[in-house]
């Protein structure tokens, strides 16, 4: 009688293990998909918080330049106020001629306040003049757009390529992660 004494794995312990590894790997994919989405969240609003902070101070200087309420400026105080937010660091003016502004428009942005000269395209070159290093602002990476308010002294930024169909901060605040 010859004996089979032969140790090892068994064909059906391997599936078994092989099995429980790709529902491990699943599992981190899956996981480590979800925290590079945040990420990238967590970072245009990051960015698009430290555009509005500069913004705002370029808007109340424009307002405080203004000196009077908007309604009762005169035609060479609206124009002192908007001299105030057009510059080299401050971004291009778009106007109504300009090829995005309907990519504009279809973000929400108004063709009023494009009319109303109240909508600049930031690039690059304008965010490192503002001190916002390492953030790309073009065609590829998106984008960033700020409206000025003078009115109220406020900002919105936008970026054109947003997240999950949202574009401006305003929208993007209110994702929960």
Do not use: H
């Not at 391997?14 to 790709?22: G, K, Q």
């Not at 899956?30 to 370029?58: C, H, V």
């Not at 080299?88 to 502004?101: H, P, T, Y």
């Amino acid at each position: 009688m010859i004996k089979n004494n032969q140790k090892g794995i068994t064909l059906v312990v391997l599936v078994i293990t092989i099995i429980v590894l790709l529902i491990l790997a699943g599992i981190t994919v899956y996981t480590g998909k979800g925290s590079i989405k945040e990420a990238k969240l967590e970072a245009l609003k990051t960015n698009m918080l430290l555009i509005q902070t500069k913004a705002r101070e370029y808007v109340e200087n424009a307002s405080f330049d203004l000196g009077v309420d908007p309604n009762n400026a005169t035609a060479e105080m609206k124009e002192k106020a908007q001299n105030e937010l057009s510059g080299a660091d401050k971004g291009k003016l778009v106007s109504e001629d300009d090829s995005i502004k309907d990519e504009l428009v279809d973000i929400g942005i108004s063709l009023e306040d494009i009319k109303n000269g109240k909508v600049y395209i930031l690039e690059t070159e304008n965010l490192k003049n503002m001190g916002i290093n390492d953030v790309e602002s073009n065609a590829t990476e998106g984008w960033y757009v700020i409206v000025y308010n003078i009115e109220d002294t406020s900002a919105e930024i936008y970026n054109t390529m947003g997240y999950n169909g949202k574009y401006s901060l305003s929208e993007l605040e209110q994702i929960e992660t």
